[in-house]
């Protein structure tokens, strides 16, 4: 049997899925990227490839996408994550559809037509807000984990408005609103909603709706609030963390002339 | 679609021509302020050089100084010095890199050029600005501190329709600025020789437009990149014999590249139409990066904004007011996008790349919606990478060339 992988190094977090010829998910994985991109993508891969046959793992087609993409020295190929996220939602959601993924260190809203072409994307400015980081600066400055924002903000009872586009700005409003003595649940759903603004101003929002992305894997509330706001079901495929890796590693199976070729 | 090995930038022959005349004009200038003569006159880049030269000035551009900060990467070092005193980050970078250089009192002039140990210290500036009003805070800047007058033409802006009114008053005003040009550089204006120079003026800016349409063939025979260094002579020396002959041999260089069918870019796929200022800092790194793509930036509203077509010697003040206020930045929104729809015909353009460049609004087209519109209309792609023409701190590598790479997919992918 032959593998097809895709690795998705982020600026954050990278991530490895493995397909077998039908496109059957086989193994999976998300570590921190850390300092070393080509060391993390190894890693990714041994994590994801747990229980699998190691001699096939010799028999693989890699192709990395991130933005360590090119520090994945084994790979074969290396696509942009913007084609590989397009590749891994339209596997997902085979209908005309815009993608909204909020990473890491940046987000993408990605156009995508009813045969799964790409006819457009965006991708954020330089600064952190809209995006993961963001969130994790600011969890850290209210000395939060941050995988308790979610349901922090679930039990938010006011609406706060966070207005500044810039994370030093927001930190600063943060300070003012705890003086003002604003619950914490309160101003973490502010901080949502701020995120959720950034991104979604990025582009017109129309028609169907998919998210992805590290934020929205651990925030349901975040997308619910996403929802609210566009006034729609979002759809959200399974392992919303992993779907430019899954992008990957469908091209490597396309390179194949495999099954969504 | 990955990048792969840096490829090789074909190399342009006349290059050591170019070099050779840019230092002449440098020396030149270099000269005349040690000696005091002839008088030397800072000009912006479309501002009424031939009124300059006739008058018997040696003109000099700072916006060239501030192409050489940015390209040499030393502007990241001067323009902190200009906003010390005041001028802000966000405002034009040429200015503030141009400004900081002067008060550190350096210059890349000196590095290139053995001997020179500074710009050339005026005796006039002449500012237009029909491009900015940057230029003018520029060049006053410069008149306080070294107590020289700064004189200048005030145009209007986002022009339509260009009408008799709006050329007679330019027209008033190159006129009105020779009674003073004449007192500081003591010559007595002479309409002959201004003639000749407006003539020599479009002789030049007519055989840079013939170099810009040779990349109307497949493959295109020189980059966006390189255009914007072979620019060089079309803008510090048009008006002179030594421009005209200068271009006269690189035609003749890219109509062969053109009969033997080699492109700037080995298999050339896709065709790219830049739209903005260049990223001084990263010419060489982007040309290979497009290179690596296999795709051609080919034409460009930068370099097509030395072609003045109105230049007529017969008709000067009136052809010089009409060349200088129908270029592209002084026009509407219009204008804008019909001339980049002609353009995207012409070359045979399959994607639009928009510079948004921090520190230069006025030629960063992108921010009212002209992408969005353009791609509805000529159905083919565009993009907005975020940048500057010298101040890196505003450009993310991994952002932009992300952003290429993901273009050069979609592209690929039509
Ligand atoms: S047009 Fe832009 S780059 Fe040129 S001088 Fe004005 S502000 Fe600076």
Redesign the interface.
């Known amino acids: 049997m032959e593998y097809f992988v895709g690795i998705d190094v982020g600026a954050s977090t990278t991530k490895a899925v493995i397909l077998d010829k039908s496109a059957q998910i086989l193994g999976h994985s998300v570590i921190h990227s850390g300092a070393d991109f080509g060391a993390a993508a190894e890693d990714v891969l041994h994590k994801a490839s747990v229980g699998l046959k190691k001699e096939n793992l010799g028999r693989k087609i890699v192709i990395s996408t991130g933005?360590g993409?090119?520090n994945v020295l084994f790979a074969d190929?290396?696509?942009?994550?913007?084609?590989c996220h397009a590749k891994g939602s339209y596997h997902y959601f085979q209908r005309a559809h815009t993608l909204i993924d909020i990473g890491g260190q940046?987000s993408k809203i990605i156009k995508i037509d009813d045969g799964g072409?790409?006819?457009?994307?965006k991708?954020n400015?330089?600064c952190a807000a809209g995006t993961g980081a963001f969130l994790e600066e600011i969890a850290n400055r209210l000395k939060i984990k941050i995988e308790k924002l979610n349901g922090l903000a679930e039990k938010a009872t006011k609406n706060v408005t966070i207005g500044s586009y810039c994370t030093v700005f927001t930190a600063t409003e943060i300070l003012t609103k705890i003086r003002q003595n604003i619950r914490v649940e309160d101003i973490v759903k502010g901080i949502f909603e701020s995120v959720i603004k950034r991104a979604l101003e990025m582009d017109l929002l129309e028609g169907n709706i998919v998210m992805s992305g590290g934020v929205v894997a651990h925030n349901p509330y975040f997308v619910k609030m996403c929802e609210q706001k566009l006034g729609k079901e979002i759809f959200v495929p399974p392992l919303p963390q992993l779907i430019g890796a899954l992008g990957g590693a469908l091209f490597a199976l396309e390179t194949k002339g495999g099954k969504h070729a | 679609?990955?990048?792969e090995k840096k490829p090789a930038i074909k190399k342009i022959q006349a290059t050591g021509h170019m070099r050779k005349i840019m230092a002449d004009y440098f020396y030149e200038l270099d000269n005349a302020m040690k000696q005091g003569s002839p008088k030397i006159a800072w000009c912006t880049s479309v501002g009424p050089a031939e009124l300059l030269l006739s008058l018997g000035f040696l003109v000099y551009y700072p916006e060239n100084h501030g192409a050489m900060l940015g390209s040499s990467r030393q502007a990241a070092s001067y323009i902190p010095v200009a906003n010390a005193i005041g001028y802000s980050p966000d405002i034009c970078s040429y200015l503030t890199s141009d400004v900081g250089a002067f008060i550190k009192k350096e210059t890349p002039l000196s590095r290139a050029y053995e001997g020179i140990e500074g710009v050339p210290i005026p005796d006039v500036l002449v500012y237009n600005t029909n491009q900015c009003r940057d230029v003018q805070d520029w060049f006053s800047w410069y008149s306080k501190e070294l107590n020289v007058p700064a004189l200048g033409i005030s145009t209007y802006r986002n022009i339509g329709n260009i009408t008799e009114d709006h050329l007679s008053s330019i027209e008033k005003q190159i006129k009105g600025l020779i009674p003073q040009l004449e007192e500081i550089g003591g010559n007595k204006f002479d309409i002959d020789k201004f003639r000749h120079i407006l003539g020599l003026s479009y002789d030049c800016t007519q055989l840079w437009k013939k170099v810009l349409e040779t990349n109307k063939s497949i493959p295109a025979p020189i980059s966006f990149f390189d255009e914007t260094i072979h620019m060089g002579p079309a803008v510090v020396l048009r008006g002179t014999e030594t421009a005209v002959e200068y271009y006269e041999v690189l035609l003749q260089e890219l109509e062969e590249r053109v009969a033997q069918k080699e492109g700037a870019v080995q298999d050339e796929k896709f065709r790219v139409y830049w739209e903005g200022m260049p990223i001084w800092g990263k010419l060489r790194d982007l040309a290979e990066f497009f290179i690596s793509l296999r795709t051609a930036v080919i034409a460009s509203t930068y370099c097509n904004s030395w072609i003045f077509d109105s230049f007529d010697p017969d008709d000067p003040f009136m052809s010089m007011a009409r060349a200088y206020t129908e270029i592209f930045i002084v026009r509407d929104e219009n204008f804008k996008e019909l001339y980049i729809e002609k353009m995207v015909d012409m070359y045979g353009i399959n994607g639009i790349l928009f510079h948004d460049a921090k520190t230069c609004p006025n030629n960063s087209n992108n921010r009212y919606g002209m992408p969005e519109r353009l791609?509805k209309k000529l159905g083919i792609?565009a993009l907005t990478i975020?940048g500057d023409l010298n101040d890196l701190r505003?450009y993310?590598e991994?952002?932009a060339k992300?952003?290429i790479?993901?273009f050069v997919?979609?592209l690929a992918?039509k």
């Not at chain 1, 072409?117 to 994307?121: A, E, L, S, T």
Request: proline fraction near 3%; aromatic fraction near 6%.
């Open positions: 933005y993409r090119r190929l290396t696509k942009t994550e913007i084609s940046d072409k790409r006819i457009g994307f991708m400015r330089k | 679609m990955s990048e791609e792609p975020n505003c993310s991994e952002q992300t952003n790479e993901a997919e979609q992918n």
